[in-house]
C-alpha cells in the first residue's frame, strides 16, 4: 500500500554534510511511523534513526547521536536525515523504512522498504 523513495546519496568527504530525503505514498502514509537504517560493505543491515508521525521523539542509534538529525514534513510526506561530520565508517546503503503496525525496529523487519541510496564518505 505504500511506496518509499529516497534520494540525496553520494560522494562527501570525512567531516562533511549530507542531507537524504524520502518521499512516502499511498494511503494513510503521514500516520506511519519512519525512520532509516543502513547497510555496510560486508556488514548486517542496522538501525540509524526513526520518528513518530508527530515529530515527536526522534530514536537515534548510539554510532549516530548529536551528528545525524531526522525531521519530517508531514505535509509533503516526506522524511530527511541530516548526516554532519561523516565518517569513513557512515559509508553504507541508507534505507527509508516505514512502520505500519507490525514492524520491529531493532531487528530490522520492516513494512514498508525503499530501495536504497548509497552514501561514500572518503577523500
Known amino acids: 500500500q505504500a511506496q518509499l523513495v529516497e534520494s540525496g546519496g553520494g560522494l562527501v568527504q570525512p567531516g562533511g554534510s549530507l542531507t537524504l530525503s524520502c518521499v512516502a505514498s499511498?494511503?494513510?502514509?503521514?500516520?506511519?511511523?519512519m525512520g532509516w537504517h543502513r547497510q555496510a560493505p560486508g556488514k548486517e543491515r542496522e538501525f540509524v534513526a526513526k520518528i513518530k508521525p508527530s515529530g515527536d521523539a526522534p530514536l537515534y542509534a548510539g554510532p549516530v547521536k548529536g551528528r545525524f538529525t531526522i525531521s519530517r514534513d508531514i505535509t509533503k510526506n516526506t522524511v530527511y536525515l541530516q548526516m554532519n561530520n561523516l565518517s569513513p565508517e557512515d559509508t553504507a546503503v541508507y534505507y527509508c523504512?516505514?512502520?505500519?503496525?507490525?514492524?520491529?525496529?531493532?531487528?530490522?523487519?520492516?513494512?514498508?522498504w525503499g530501495k536504497g541510496t548509497l552514501v561514500t564518505v572518503s577523500s
Open positions: 499511498g494511503p494513510r502514509v503521514s500516520l506511519y511511523t
Open positions: 523504512a516505514a512502520d505500519n503496525r507490525y514492524a520491529n525496529w531493532e531487528t530490522g523487519v520492516m513494512d514498508y
